[in-house]
């Protein structure tokens, strides 16, 4: 399973960006991909993930300000993140969820997003 996200870059405090990832590999067998993110000195959290359902959860500080999308033709999820804020700065990682009795993660290499205020 591989994981190639873009997207991320260095914008200003209420602007927005848009992080694309695409999964290619043994992913048929899916759960969920979605979005997790890593400010300095902080552990991992989850911004936003999709599960092979559709059903969408978010974390508290994305509700109202991102939107996470999939698109299964392309076996590529979005997130389009607005209204950013300088707190929103941090590494972001792709990840997908595969196998059906055996759950397994899979991240992608992390794209950077620096918001300036």
């Known amino acids: 399973v591989q994981l190639q996200a873009s997207g991320g870059g260095l914008v200003q405090a209420g602007g927005s960006l848009r992080l694309s990832c695409t999964a290619s590999?043994?992913?048929?067998?899916?759960?969920?991909m979605g979005w997790y993110r890593q400010a300095p000195g902080k552990q991992r959290e989850l911004v936003a993930a999709?599960?092979?359902?559709?059903?969408?959860d978010y974390a508290d500080f994305a509700k109202g300000r991102f939107a996470i999308s999939r698109d299964s033709t392309k076996n590529t999820v979005y997130l389009q993140m607005n209204s950013l804020v300088p707190e929103d700065t941090g590494v972001y990682y792709c990840?997908?969820?595969?196998?059906?009795?055996?759950?397994?993660?899979?991240w992608g290499q992390g794209t950077q997003v620096t918001v300036s205020s």
């Open positions: 590999g043994s992913i048929f067998s899916f759960n969920s």
């Open positions: 990840n997908i969820n595969v196998g059906r009795f055996v759950p397994t993660d899979y």
């Open positions: 999709i599960t092979r359902g559709s059903r969408i």
